[in-house]
């Protein structure tokens, strides 16, 4: 079954051509690596199938509903690239933090019952960060925070889980862990599609990659398909 289904999407911003009548469908289950060098057109790739940004041409169906139209917003969740750059100092605990997660469903009136904070709670044991429920955000570990923003996105019990660039800054060993961590989710029942440059640490996890590329296409394929094939044009290149 298609969650996703992307079809001729092309988009420019006033002064460049970024998307060129990409095509690609993602699956129940799938767990998705998008890759490609900077400036291709990742992170906008992710707003525009989000409907932060408002596509041009093409077609965007997320859950089977036009991007445009799309509300439910409880069975999707989005960790930014920026998520873990805010002020250090602040004051917020990672069970607060985790808690904002809830909002989209419930609107900010609503009252935070028992039942939500077991959802706080279990998000946090998912994601092994339950022991710091009552610590402040600023003082973890970049590693750590990410885990907390990962359990604030699955707080919601989404169906899709949208990540870009979630290791950045990351040193090596908490990157392991966190695709780790990922790849347990999948294997859970989550559908991930994530923009990465860590490919090494994910591949093992991931079943599918898209390769975009600077002229704006995009080719889909296997992750066994993509890591023969940068093994070898790595060999070729050694040759
Ligand atoms: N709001 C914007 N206005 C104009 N150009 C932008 C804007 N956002 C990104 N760009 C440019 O579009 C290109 C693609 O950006 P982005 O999607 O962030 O790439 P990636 O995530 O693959 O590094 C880059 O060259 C970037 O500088
Ligand atoms: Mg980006």
């Not at 028992?114 to 570990?141: F, H, P, T």
């Not at 860590?198 to 398909?225: A, Y």
């Given at each position: 079954?298609?969650?996703l ?10 002064d460049?051509?970024?998307l060129?009548?990409?095509?690609f469908n ?29 596509k041009?041409?093409?077609?965007i ?20 690239q920026k998520a ?12 607060e ?12 009136l ?7 904070k077991q959802?706080?709670?279990s998000a ?6 339950y ?7 600023g ?8 885990r ?8 919601s ?13 990351i ?5 392991d862990?966190?695709c ?20 090494s ?26 890591s ?12």
């Amino acid at each position: 079954m298609n969650v996703l289904e992307v079809k001729n999407l092309s988009f420019s911003y006033p002064d460049k051509n970024i998307l060129n009548n990409l095509s690609f469908n993602v699956q129940k289950g799938d767990f998705l690596c998008v890759v490609g060098t900077n400036g291709t057109g990742k992170s906008t790739l992710l707003k525009l199938i989000l409907n932060i940004l408002q596509k041009q041409n093409g077609e965007i169906k997320l859950l089977n509903t036009s991007s445009e139209d799309f509300k439910d917003f409880s069975k999707i969740a989005y960790v930014s690239q920026k998520a873990t750059s805010f002020n250090r100092d602040f004051p917020a605990t990672v069970e607060e933090i985790v808690t904002l997660g809830l909002y989209s469903k419930k609107g900010f009136l609503k009252s935070y019952t028992k039942e939500d904070k077991q959802k706080v709670c279990s998000a946090l044991k998912r994601v092994g960060m339950y022991e710091y429920k009552n610590r402040k955000i600023g003082n973890l570990s970049g590693g750590q925070q990410q885990r907390v923003f990962i359990a604030k996105a699955l707080v919601s019990s989404p169906e899709i889980l949208f990540l870009d660039e979630p290791t950045v800054g990351i040193d090596i060993k908490a990157v392991d862990s966190i695709c780790c961590l990922l790849g347990d989710l999948n294997k859970s029942g989550l559908t991930i599609i994530m923009v990465t440059h860590d490919i090494s640490s994910t591949l093992f996890h991931s079943n599918k990659v898209l390769v975009l590329s600077e002229d704006g296409k995009g080719e889909l394929m296997s992750s066994e398909k993509f890591s023969s094939n940068s093994i070898s044009s790595h060999l070729h290149h050694n040759n």
